[in-house]
């Protein structure tokens, strides 16, 4: 007897399970649970002979296919044995599954097709997959489809390996006592070793071969640039300086040393370079006048000299002593431009100062947008020119354009806050058309359109309802 028969018989006899016929268990799945059935042995011929006994007992109105597997027929063989031994001469493809191409063909005959399969060890993970497949369709559409399969131990480890592709969908048998045995069962399970190569395990090998010889060619370079470094380092400058010629003459195109070659006199040594970098104390550099310090003032005329404004000065000291540094300038015009330079860029500055912070309030200091102006009108178009979202970006907008009027509401849009540019009102939208003709490039650029005014009225209250219910914040009319 096996030792997978011995196995299960002595769970059988332990749990008190009266021993069946194969055959007679296969009839009873096969006709009730209609699950494709996987009959195994350690000796592939007793798990034949209950498919032989199988196929005896079936009637002549059942259409059967019998398969012997080997290792020379591939899955699309297998496809073609069984659909010729079942429906003859009828056109399939062969490289669609066995499930698709029988179900179609059943579809039409309508009649009863029992499949077995022996040999199976030799069944692909793929043909195992469309057989209970096809099993499994033809349980739930009702048609009369058996799956037999005769192997041994090894198609029992694959199933054991994939259960989760044939859970509720294959029934295992023990050829010797018929009993049944789970897909998960213990005799099933393949003991992986240790020295058993894998595809992880090839992987793994090959990223860690690859990785120690990245390591020794990095180290292998650091190495020999830190040689070359320190051996440059241990060369004496005397024999640079010696050497310097006849090295750049060695290393050199063969024009360029025929050069060297007519020019070598004229190779500075290191001692002359040294010298001519802190020749700052010789006596020729120490007649020379030094260098004047740039005070402040300076700087700021030769930046602010071309936009410079007189303003007028706060205190009264200071309007003395510009009164007379101007009564002074009249009299010598050198020692005006030379006063002009002195007082203009600190009126100009602060100027500046307060053009920017003017600016800065603008910017930064929320604006009231006032909607009176829409919603005292009820008929009449705008030009809509651009949308901001932020303050700063709409400042700097406006102030591109000084010679244009700009009207501005707010809005919700998608959830956020947006200020919306228009140009004044007009009575008719073919003044509108007429005056987006005249509009700059690039706000032609923006695509300006022509809204109604009572669409931005409707806007309007949009925005001061959900400004009022959720924020309690009323826009000032």
């Known amino acids: 007897m096996s030792a997978l028969a011995q196995n299960i018989n002595n769970q059988v006899s332990s749990e008190s399970v009266t021993a069946i016929s194969a055959t007679a268990r ?80 059943v579809k039409q005959q309508q009649q009863p097709v029992t499949i077995v399969i022996d040999n199976g060890d030799y069944l692909s993970l793929q043909i195992l997959h469309e057989l209970t497949q096809l099993a499994e369709i033809a349980k739930k559409a009702n048609y009369q489809i058996s799956v037999l399969l005769l192997a041994t131990r090894k198609l029992a480890q694959l199933v054991y390996q994939n259960q989760v592709l044939f859970e509720k969908k294959l029934t295992i048998l023990s050829a010797e006592n018929g009993q049944l045995v789970p897909l998960n069962a213990k005799e099933f399970k393949v003991d992986s070793s240790l020295f058993s190569i894998t595809p992880f395990k090839k992987w793994f090998a090959f990223f860690t071969v690859l990785s120690v010889l990245s390591a020794a060619v990095i180290y292998y370079l650091y190495q020999q640039d830190s040689l070359s470094f320190s051996q440059l380092n241990s060369v004496p400058i005397e024999a640079i300086d010696t050497n310097s010629a006849s090295l750049a003459k060695a290393t050199a195109p063969k024009f360029v040393s025929e050069v060297l070659e007519t020019n070598i006199e004229h190779f500075a040594s290191s001692k002359d370079v040294l010298l001519a970098l802190t020749a700052l104390g010789t006596e020729q550099n120490t007649k020379e006048k030094a260098p004047v310090k740039a005070q402040p003032i300076d700087i700021l005329g030769a930046l602010q000299l071309d936009t410079a404004v007189e303003l007028p000065v706060n205190t009264g000291e200071s309007q003395r002593d510009t009164v007379s540094e101007k009564t002074h300038t009249t009299n010598t015009p050198t020692a005006q431009h030379t006063d002009e330079l002195k007082v203009t860029p600190i009126l100009q500055l602060s100027k500046n100062e307060a053009v920017s912070q003017a600016l800065a309030d603008k910017i930064t200091k929320p604006q009231v947008i006032k909607a009176s102006k829409f919603l005292d009108r009820t008929q009449g178009f705008v030009i809509q020119i651009a949308a901001f979202s932020q303050q700063q970006v709409l400042a700097e907008f406006i102030a591109e354009y000084p010679s244009l009027s700009f009207e501005q509401y707010q809005k919700n849009v998608n959830g956020s806050v947006m200020t919306i540019v228009t140009t004044g009102i007009f009575d008719t939208q073919a003044v509108a058309e007429q005056v987006i003709v005249t509009l700059p490039n690039t706000i032609k650029q923006r695509s300006p359109m022509i809204k109604d005014i009572s669409v931005i009225n409707q806007e309007i209250n949009e925005f001061k309802l959900s400004q009022s219910k959720g924020n309690n914040v009323t826009i000032a009319n």
């Open 26 to 105: 296969v009839d009873y799945i096969l006709r009730f649970s209609k699950q494709a059935v996987l009959v195994v042995d350690d000796d592939i011929s007793i798990s034949s002979d209950v498919g032989r006994q199988f196929l005896s007992n079936l009637t002549s109105e059942q259409n059967a296919a019998y398969v012997t597997m080997s290792s020379k027929l591939n899955d699309v063989q297998v496809r073609c044995r069984l659909i010729e031994q079942l429906f003859g001469n009828i056109l399939f493809d062969p490289e669609q599954s066995i499930a698709v191409s029988i179900i179609n063909i």
